[in-house]
């Protein structure tokens, strides 16, 4: 099975919704660790849970961006993880960090990129009253919030709605896109093909959902 670090920064719900699949012994991936860089996240506690090995790196710790990332290479390279899995993960990486573990690691986003990159993606969804909301797993490349699309779900805005009400209605595709965008990856059916990710086998029609 493809050896997974997951980095987290928060409540990890996300992070809960991949431990459930590879808690499956038939998913393809197995996480070999959760990195947090927020002391005492919850994210943690759901790792610790699950038997997973936990590390913190707080990056205030560092004296600055590249010295938090060596620490986190280092980390990573010692669990032997081969993918890296941001969930929740609330620092922006260098481009540095993003070459070295190109097309190695993945993201998911609150909106379905490219529309509302960056943070508040709810309450912008509103503001510009789109009638479709989501959210996406990407391979993460140096621009924020951007990169090769694996798997996107879309949901409904609806009468009435408001950033909370939006927010849980994605955050549950959240939690079904996540382990299936891991799936394809692991499974070596979700392949860079420049900008583009390209989908092969009988899961092609999955990686879109609504
Ligand atoms: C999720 O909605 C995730 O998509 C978002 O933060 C939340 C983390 O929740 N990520 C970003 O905004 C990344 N820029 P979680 O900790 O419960 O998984």
Known sequence: RLKVGVLVSGRGSNLQALLDACGDASHP????????NVPGAYALERAAKAGVATVTLDHKQYDGREAF?????????AAGVELVCLAGFMRLLTAGFVERWRDRMINIHPSLL???KGLHTHERALAAGVRFHGCTVHYVRADMDAGPIIVQAAV???PGDD??????RVLEAEHRIYPLALRLVAEGKARVDGERVVIAGAEAPDHALV
């Open 29 to 36: 991936a197995e996480i070999v660790m959760v990195l947090s």
């Open 69 to 77: 990332e060596a620490a986190l290479n280092e980390a990573l390279d």
């Open 114 to 116: 490219p529309s509302f």
């Open 156 to 158: 409904p805005v609806l």
């Open 163 to 168: 950033a909370d009400a939006l927010g849980a």
